[in-house]
């Protein structure tokens, strides 16, 4: 226990952080673990690695990515922002390198020296747009709107290069959701509007890739690729109507063992067949009460730059959680993207508990940082 009377920094941060966000965030974390020793053995006998090797580095990643969020926890606002630029400046380096050096996976090279740099960019991109909104608001000499669109094309494009669309995805809608906070004009509306729906069909029409998982999930007969074509998603969809709504029990799933990425982007299907379709709603609960407990928080807050960069954080992470979500019950093409905390993955992991550290410091209780109710009139005089 802390007390409320103790002055040091522990108890500062204890009293004046969001409980409920940290303890939700750690539940996920718990579950993270046993759903990886549900869907993870298979994989790794396929791999000829011992049954439980995943779980033993998941295990090991949660170490770092807990003093992660933690050290982000105790961050102040001016620390986020330099933090976030420097793990930018970083990220961005990285995935440079990764174009020419990196390792190739599935005709993509995202990855180099172990780590995947794109899953760190994304949550210092959104402290770093959020900051140009907030400066443009304060300051008229500050370009926002070019600071902003010149963080996108310096984001988006080396990760189009890899080639990575379901993180070019993702931050372009939580850089448009920043845009629309902070108060653009309709002008801008239609003109990001325009520039999406013209980069989605740009990339429809020239990447061979892309075009294939759209017409795999309108129509999978129609890309020629056959059975072959659809069996990952359409073995998750099984996953759910053999769990039904309470599942086979931990251990008892059949159709997970066939399931490719069973482990990292379907581990939402294992965890319907081993702990059913109530189950996934529970999760979704969780992952609901953060997002909405986060943008309230971020509403009542008066600092610019914490209350956009806290809003496009949840946004981050209720985003990626839905695109997961929405492709394992087949909403939506495949995005090779993971559930926060769930998936198997040290760079999501550590990541992700980085952007929920910056979260909790952004959200703090601090002076003149909440809306006051206004004084009573007879008590004002």
């Known amino acids: 226990m802390v007390s409320r009377t103790e002055r040091s920094s522990l108890a500062n941060w204890w009293w004046t952080i969001d409980h409920w966000i940290l303890a939700a965030t750690g539940a996920l974390m718990v579950l993270g673990l046993v759903l990886t020793m549900a869907g993870s053995p298979p994989v790794a006998e396929r791999l000829n690695l011992p049954a439980f090797h995943f779980v033993h580095r998941h295990a090991l990643y949660l170490f770092p990515s807990i003093a992660v969020l933690l050290w982000a926890s105790f961050l102040s606002p001016r620390q986020v922002r330099r933090a976030a630029l420097f793990v930018f400046s970083i990220s961005l380096a990285l995935i440079l390198i ?59 494009v ?29 002008f801008w509306v239609a003109g990001i509007g325009g520039a999406g729906a013209g980069g ?4 429809y029409k020239l990447v061979p890739h892309v075009r294939a998982r759209v017409l795999r999930f309108i129509d999978p007969g129609a890309a020629g690729g056959g059975i072959a074509d659809t069996f990952q998603i359409d073995t998750a969809l099984n996953c759910f109507l053999s769990g ?36 996934c709603l529970l999760i979704a609960a969780i992952f609901a009460f953060i997002v909405l407990r986060g943008l309230l928080a971020a509403a009542r807050t008066v600092d610019p730059f914490c209350r956009l960069a806290a809003a496009g954080l949840v946004l981050l992470f209720g985003l990626q959680s839905t695109i997961n979500m929405a492709v394992n019950v087949h909403l939506i093409p495949a995005k090779g993207m993971t559930l926060p905390f769930l998936s198997y993955g040290g760079s999501s992991l550590i990541s992700l508990a980085l952007a929920v550290g910056f979260l909790i410091a952004l959200l703090r209780k601090r002076p003149g940082s909440a809306i006051l109710a206004p004084m009573p009139a007879d008590a004002a005089a």
Request: no cysteine.
């Open 98 to 156: 990764a174009l020419f050096f990196g390792q190739e996976i599935k005709g993509s090279r995202r990855w180099i020296f172990g780590i995947q740099p794109s899953e760190f960019l994304k949550p210092a991109f959104v402290v770093l747009v959020a900051w140009a909104f907030s400066e443009g608001a304060k300051r008229r000499d500050v370009p926002a709107i070019l600071l902003a669109i010149f963080l996108l094309a310096v984001t988006i």
């Open 200 to 203: 989605a069909l740009l990339a």
């Open 244 to 279: 039904g709504w309470f599942g086979k029990g931990p251990g008892e799933g059949t159709v997970k063992r066939i399931l490719p990425d069973a482990h990292t982007d379907f581990i939402f299907a294992v965890t319907a067949e081993e702990f059913g379709v109530a189950a």
């Open 158 to 186: 080396p990760l189009i290069l890899q080639p990575d669309f379901g993180q070019t995805m993702l931050v372009s809608l939580i850089w448009a959701a920043l845009f629309f906070m902070a108060g653009l004009h309709w």
